[in-house]
């Protein structure tokens, strides 16, 4: 079997088995999620959005951030971690975003990735989630998925990006992200998947051996 005829049948499975699949991050506008994806490197999503949820009522855009002196915005993300590197690197997000977007988030990724702090996964998962336009964005569930699936053998994250354009068809590219993303979360857990409930086993080749990795 081909391995974008086995992405295409994994996807209907997982499509059926987590109908509610979403963007693990709170958010209610296209700043907001570049803002949280900024603070969920190294952070998981849960205690993101348990800081997310004081920091967007005290901030309301950029100009906010901007007007915050350094120090009071690594209190108000610290729990985050790395707070001093995400805050200056927030605050000189916002400062470009004035400067040249006025305040908005630009909708390509060649412009995003120019912004302090945004890097192809940041970039990717804003254009998926809030302009659904097709990204793949590439973090640790998918990168351990698409290596023990056999889609690609590499943790290096541009590569896999790279990869999965040539197996995921580009119309379900934000479709398989957010699948693959519950689908790490729910069932395939890192350390300990759930491999007997899981509904794509017979498509697995930690399974199957008989699914062909390449
Ligand atoms: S069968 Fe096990 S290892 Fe394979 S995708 Fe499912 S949970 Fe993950």
């Given at each position: 079997m081909q391995h974008t005829e086995r992405v295409t049948k994994i996807l209907t499975r997982l499509a059926e088995a987590y109908p509610d699949a979403r963007v693990g991050l709170d958010f209610t506008s296209p700043f907001e999620l570049l803002i949280a994806t900024i603070l969920s490197a190294q952070c998981t999503d849960e205690r993101v959005n348990i800081v997310t949820r004081d920091l967007f009522a005290k901030y309301h855009g950029p100009a906010d951030y901007v007007a915050t002196p350094q120090e009071e915005l690594e209190v108000d993300i610290?729990?985050?971690?790395f707070y001093k590197n995400k805050a200056k690197n927030i605050r000189a997000c916002c400062a470009a975003l004035i400067e040249r977007y006025h305040g908005e988030v630009p909708r390509t990724i060649e412009e995003l990735i120019t912004?302090?702090?945004?890097?192809r996964k940041t970039a990717n998962c804003v254009l998926s989630n809030c302009f659904d336009i097709p990204a793949l964005t590439v973090d640790t569930h998918v990168t351990r998925i698409a290596n023990l699936l056999g889609f690609v053998q590499t943790t290096d994250a541009v590569k896999i990006e790279f990869a999965l354009m040539d197996i995921v068809p580009k119309e379900q590219w934000n479709d398989f992200d957010r699948l693959i993303i519950t689908h790490g979360r729910r069932t395939c857990i890192a350390r300990r998947p759930k491999c007997d409930v899981c509904p794509i086993r017979d498509l697995c080749p930690v399974t199957d051996p008989d699914v062909s990795r390449y």
């Open positions: 610290r729990s985050t971690g912004l302090p702090g945004v890097g």
